[in-house]
């Protein structure tokens, strides 16, 4: 019997979490010990493995991203391009963010007293400078930086480091680079492995967040949830698709070619999740090994499309909520408040309610509306961790179009027409 592809297993653990999710919240007896016991762990148990391999990939990646090309130059003028393009379409989709939340008014007229929500605790640390900032993503201990999964500190001293063996004769700096890429090759082995846990992960997540969380507490804050996806929708056509327009590739060819990915992403709500199959379909599109193990780490941590789109709609939204108007001036504030504290986000569920919490802190926002918006915010996530997915896997197209490098289409072509399941290197 031919074995089902692993995309449509992801999808048949989505649609049986939702059922069996709604069958133990309309059965509440058995609801708590369900969630708690059995379906909360399932989902759980797949992030913390997708977890447990992310941060030896982007540090194993980003290393042969600048080691492998041997010329810091290069390097430091694709960086520069890379980093340049996240801030402005960053900063792009924040703006569309607000617009549309100005626009629909979606927290506007709501009564807030007639929807129940648990009321969060957040601890927050005050806003920061640029200098502050940059003295936090220098690491004490790079081992612990990697346990703690900060992404930025990584990247910085895989950044040094890549820099450094590049300095090296190449007779030194060989053997290094052999072992990296060799560390590399074994944990996209260990992504497939783990992937073969995705259905049962997936089930799990969606399943305790429906059986919690049912469908009829969601109905008062439709009007969020649909502004939120009609802009993650325009952001998606409009803008990215005019910037591949601009370089020659369809939007739509892209999406019916990472759409296990894109999937993936919807399902988890964790792009962590998805990066490694990323980084492989990338390199099968034609995109060389080195703009892609380069841009996609970077991208994680600095391109955040979807998330920066929720940014700006839940902080309109919040105030709406409590009746504060925000001039243009607090507004274009917002934006730039927002640009700098999403950086450097972890690409697991629900760290986007914590730069909420943020934002609205350094805004003067009531908090106790990002508790309003937690209970719903998984149905929200799944959208924007979609965009972020999509985005990052754009980007590396535009760099490579912006350094002159032809791509290999010929490869891929044939992968759109015989797509097989999820897999990496």
């Known amino acids: 019997m031919k074995r089902i592809p692993l995309v449509w297993q992801i999808v048949a653990g989505l649609v049986l979490g939702v059922l069996v999710g709604w069958y ?68 792009l989709a924040i703006v569309i963010g607000l617009c549309f939340a100005n626009l629909f008014e979606p927290g506007a007229g709501t009564d807030i007293s007639g ?23 220098v690491p004490d201990n790079v081992l612990v930086a990697m346990s703690e999964a900060k992404l930025l500190s990584v990247l910085f001293f895989a950044v040094l480091f890549g820099l450094a063996l ?54 008062p804050l439709l009007k969020l949830i649909g502004v939120v996806y009609l802009a993650l929708v325009v952001f998606a056509l409009v803008i990215l698709g005019g ?45 060389p090994r080195r703009i892609v193990s380069f841009v996609v780490p970077v991208g994680y ?6 998330a920066s789109i929720f940014l700006g709609v839940a902080t309109i939204f919040v105030a709406q909520l409590y009746a504060i108007d925000l001039s243009l001036s607090q507004q274009i504030l917002l934006v730039v408040t927002m640009v700098l504290t999403s950086k450097g986000a972890a690409g697991v569920p629900g760290f986007a309610i914590i730069i909420l919490s943020a934002t609205l802190a350094s805004a003067g926002l009531p908090l106790e509306g990002v508790a309003l918006i937690a209970g719903i915010f998984r149905i929200i996530d799944s959208g924007t961790t979609t965009l972020n997915v999509l985005g990052n896997a754009i980007a590396p197209l535009v760099i490579a179009k912006w350094e002159k490098i032809a791509l290999q289409p010929g490869a891929a072509e044939a992968n759109v027409k015989h797509q097989a399941p999820l897999h990496c290197h």
């Not at 929807?115 to 993503?137: D, F, M, R, T, Y």
């Open 115 to 137: 929807i129940s929500h648990n009321a969060a605790e957040i601890k927050l640390e005050p806003s920061k400078g640029a200098l502050v900032i940059l003295q936090n993503i």
């Open 24 to 91: 133990f919240n309309t059965h509440p007896q058995y609801q708590m010990w369900v969630s708690a016991e059995i379906l909360k762990p399932l989902g759980d148990i797949f992030i913390k493995m997708m977890k447990m391999v992310v941060v030896p990939i982007v540090f194993c990646c980003m290393i042969l991203g600048i080691a492998g090309g041997g010329d810091n130059k290069s390097f430091g003028r694709m960086g520069a391009k890379s980093l340049g393009y996240f801030f402005a379409i960053t900063a």
């Open 301 to 306: 941590a600095f391109n955040l499309d979807g």
């Open 166 to 219: 590049n300095a090296l004769p190449k007779d030194k700096s060989a053997p290094a680079i052999a072992l990296v890429q060799s560390i590399s090759d074994a944990m996209f082995k260990v992504v497939s492995m783990v992937m073969a846990y995705a259905p049962i992960g997936v089930f799990g997540m969606i399943g305790a967040t429906v059986a919690t969380f049912g469908f009829a507490s969601l109905l």
């Open 243 to 287: 910037i591949c327009y601009l370089i020659g590739e369809n939007i739509f060819k892209l999406i019916g070619y990472f759409r296990n990915e894109l999937i993936l992403a919807f399902s988890s709500a964790a792009s962590a999740a998805v990066m490694p199959q990323l980084m492989s379909r990338l390199e099968q599109y034609g995109v």
